[in-house]
Structure formats: C-alpha cells, structure tokens
C-alpha cells in the first residue's frame, strides 16, 4: 500500500512538472535522506544517523 501511495505522489508531482522526472526524485530523495525518519536508524533521519555516526567515531579517535 504504501508504495503505490509513493508511486501516486510520484506520478502527480511528475505531472505538475511537466513530465520532468529527474527534479521530482531529486526533491523526494532530499526529503527521504533529510527529513524522513527511519526505525531502523533509531527513528534518525538518515542525515542525522550519519552526523551522529561521524562525531562518534571522531570521539573513538580521539580517545
């Protein structure tokens, strides 16, 4: 279900563009890596698992 809801955005945000594809991934792709929160990441956006990733290790090696 939830990825024909993405395919339907997809789709209709294709339109509004004129059929330009590349900007609509790109602004959803921005959205997913930046703003979109992921259980997996212990519910992080995948922007903030990867700054807190890098001042942990930047810690680790400075220890």
């Known amino acids: ?33 930046a703003r979109q929160h992921h259980s997996s990441l212990g519910y992080l956006s995948p922007t903030e698992f990867a700054q807190q990733h890098q001042r942990e290790r930047k810690l680790t090696l400075a220890a």
């Open 1 to 33: 279900m939830r990825t024909e809801l993405v395919i339907d955005a997809l789709t209709m945000a294709v339109a509004a563009r004129g059929g330009h594809v590349d900007g609509v991934i790109f602004q959803w792709l921005t959205y997913y890596n």
